[in-house]
Each structure stands twice: as C-alpha cells, then as structure tokens.
C-alpha cells in the first residue's frame, strides 16, 4: 500500500494545480504520474483527495474526487507571541514543532531586550507549510511579524491572556495551574494568548505594562528555560487543556 502524499494548496478546491514548489516536489523527488492518488491540504480545515491528471516538467495538475471535511482537535485558540531569538534556526525548530503540537498563531515580538529585529515571515511560513504536511493539520497557522511589544499587549484581545516572566517583585501563577482553572467547565474553550520574552526576559517595565492590559503574569515552572524551550512548553500546556476527546 502506497504512502498516502500530502501537499498544502491554499485553493486547493478550485486551483486544478499544485502550486510550483508543490509541483516541483511532486515530480522530480515522488516521481508521480497520471492516475497517481494524492490528498490536499487547504489550511482552512479541508483535506481533498485527487488524482494527477497531467504533469510536465514544471507543471502538476489534479482533479478532486473527494471533500474531507476536518474537525477541530482543541477547541478555541493558542496564540503564541514570543520575541525570537538571535539564531533564527531556533525560531524556525520552534514554529516546527509548535505547529506539529497543535497551535493557531504565533506573532514575534520587539522587546526592550530583543537579540533580533527582523524577522523574514516568508521564510517561516514555508516552514509551517511542511510542518503542516508532515502532522496533517487541516488549518494553517497564521504567522505574524514583528510587531512592537507595548503596540501588542495595547490591542483590544479577548480570552485568556497571559506573560510568562522571572520576576519575584511581579507575583507569578503557575500557567498550567491558571489554564486548568480558567478552562474547568468550558467546553467551548477561548482564545489563549500567553507571551514569551528574550533570553533575558522582558523588562519588569514591560510586564508591568502587560499586567496593567490585562495579563495574568504566570511562570513556566522552575527552571530557567531557552526562549524557545519556553514557548514550546507554553504551546503544549495551552494544548493539554484545549484538547478535545478522540471523536467528539
């Protein structure tokens, strides 16, 4: 039995093609042919089963024989926004593996004790696209740039808000303690958005500012963790208390 071969088409119901870096994929390292089964992903919570009708040297087409409709695995959202670090490959393992968890956004934050300024989105999509793929999400994270941290903790935000700090002189809850109350007895579940700093944290200033927004401010636990170790162990506590049950 063939593997099944997943590929992210944004339009993928009306498209009739893989999008170039998809169809390069498709033909020169899979090899497919005419008659080949193939599964799309739209990133809008669809999956499509197809077969490839035509393919050339730059060009793979298909034809939908199947709607797949997804259901949601968490419920509300997770919101990641953190500030990235000076080695972008972190960031990108951190995006990865974010998004083989389960996550909804991730935005990247300019902080008073930020390594890095820029941040290239594009690059980092590319990276959510496969990992999207390899886990089979239906939807598409939504990858935000870099925005400046007061500009962001002073937008208008429902749900569950939280920052994740090292300060004693700014009393902390344990986040997954905080989550597990919040969420008791919600079956719809909210949006949870939980903040991550630099490797050396935000400024007390900073998350005072949070905090006067409408931050709960929350620890991660006892160990000093890497920016991204953080952010992932964020991710994946939000994951533990949003998850649905297998078939609901």
């Known amino acids: 039995m063939k593997e099944a071969r997943y590929f992210y088409v944004p339009e993928a119901a009306t498209a009739g093609r893989l999008p170039d870096d998809e169809a390069t994929h498709a033909l020169r390292v899979l090899r497919l042919k005419a008659g080949d089964e193939i599964f799309l ?3 809008k919570g669809t999956f499509y089963r197809a ?29 990641l926004a953190v500030a990235p670090t ?20 991730v935005t990247f934050l300019d902080c008073r004790f930020s390594e890095r300024r820029v941040v290239k989105t594009a690059r980092v999509e590319k990276v959510v696209a496969a990992a999207v793929k390899q886990s089979r999400k239906a ?11 007061e500009t962001f903790v002073g937008m208008p935000r429902g749900g569950a808000r939280y920052i994740a700090h090292c300060y004693d002189e700014v009393p902390r809850r344990d986040f997954f303690e905080a989550l597990c109350q919040r969420m008791a007895g919600n079956a719809d579940g909210e949006e949870v958005t939980v903040l991550v700093g630099p490797e ?13 927004n409408g931050y709960e401010p929350v620890s991660l636990g006892e160990c000093r963790l890497r920016t991204e170790t953080a952010a992932l162990a964020a991710v994946m506590m939000a994951q533990l208390n949003l998850r649905l049950p297998p078939g609901q």
């Open 41 to 43: 992903i739209d990133g």
């Open 51 to 79: 077969l490839v009708t035509v393919t050339s040297a730059k060009h793979c087409g298909y034809e939908v024989v199947e709607h797949l409709p997804q259901k949601p695995v968490w419920r509300g959202r997770i919101h």
């Open 86 to 105: 000076k080695m972008m490959e972190r960031m990108e393992w951190l995006v990865e593996k974010a998004t083989e968890i389960g996550f909804d956004e």
């Open 139 to 149: 939807w598409m994270p939504v990858v935000n740039g870099m925005t400046d941290f």
């Open 200 to 212: 050396g944290d935000f400024s007390i200033d900073e998350v005072r500012l949070a905090v006067s």
